[in-house]
């Protein structure tokens, strides 16, 4: 008799840029826990390809372990919280919040890096009319009472960005308790924030130019020799600055979500509005 499928207990649902990586890596290092290495994006831009497929991606999972996934936009999509609600009513959900202009700019950061957007950072982040994801990212109010429409309160918890750098083995110890985890937690290279921005890159034109054999070259990426050749091509990326000009804007777009998210989860949120960078 074939295994019973067996789906997700938890999941990480955002939001993009606000270390959401960290905790998943986190969870992931626990022998009790499961999680697949890839973001399914499943209640996002993947539910057409059916429960089947979602259900495959926990095959691996021993049966006494407690089965999770992140896909970062969950939170910032408008029909992920229902489609969550329909097959998993009974799932946990872990949202990161962080300060939203230092996640807007961070993912700004993250696309020009790929070569995705240009550096007119203005276009993007002046107004919504180009990637409107790098500020409606942030209305986080908005998303949480879209969830709360779909879950009740006690299946969501959140925590901050904040929260993390300043006691993570506290955060982590929370997050084990509201997922359901059966034995504490242990944090695996707690300091190690999994954050590539400031990691050195093959120049843009160069990575363009590599896109259509990128395949074939994949088996090579273990050899000395292509890692010695990486590193001596590969240059720090320059991003674009996010200006005091910028950064006032968008912390008067943000303002009132901030205000109003602060009294809905109980927390005082002012810094995020101060005009130095949060972190």
């Not at 904040?162 to 985890?181: F, M, N, Q, S, Y």
């Amino acid at each position: 008799m074939a295994r019973a499928a067996r789906l997700p207990q938890f999941v990480i649902i955002g939001a993009v840029k606000a270390a959401t990586t960290w905790i998943a890596h986190q969870l992931r290092s626990q022998p009790s826990i499961f999680l697949p290495k890839a973001e399914p994006h499943f209640f996002s831009s993947n539910y057409d390809r059916g429960a089947g497929w979602y259900s495959g991606l926990f095959a691996d999972a021993g049966d006494d372990l407690l089965i999770g996934e992140k896909s970062a936009d969950y939170l910032a999509h408008p029909r992920a919280a229902q489609r969550l609600a329909h097959d998993l009513p009974k799932v946990r959900l872990v949202v990161q919040l962080r300060n939203p202009i230092d996640r807007a700019y961070s993912d700004y950061c993250m696309l020009y890096r790929r070569g995705s957007v240009d550096g007119q950072i203005e276009r993007y982040l002046g107004n919504t009319g180009e990637q409107p994801r790098f500020l409606t990212g942030g209305l986080y109010r908005q998303h949480l009472a879209r969830v709360l429409e779909h879950f009740p309160a006690e299946q969501l918890q959140i925590i901050l960005y904040d929260d993390i750098r300043a006691k993570p083995e506290a955060t982590l110890h929370h997050v084990g308790k509201h997922i359901g985890a059966r034995a504490a937690l242990h944090p695996v290279a707690i300091d190690e924030y999994q954050n590539d921005s400031r990691a050195p890159m093959l120049p843009l034109a160069v990575r363009k130019l590599m896109a259509p054999i990128k395949p074939a070259i994949a088996p090579l990426r273990s050899s000395p020799l292509f890692a010695a050749v990486h590193r001596r091509l590969s240059r720090p990326v320059a991003y674009p600055p996010l200006t005091s000009d910028l950064r006032l804007r968008l912390r008067d777009f943000y303002a009132e979500d901030v205000r109003q998210l602060g009294m809905m989860i109980g927390r005082d949120l002012r810094p995020w509005l101060a005009m130095g960078k949060s972190e």
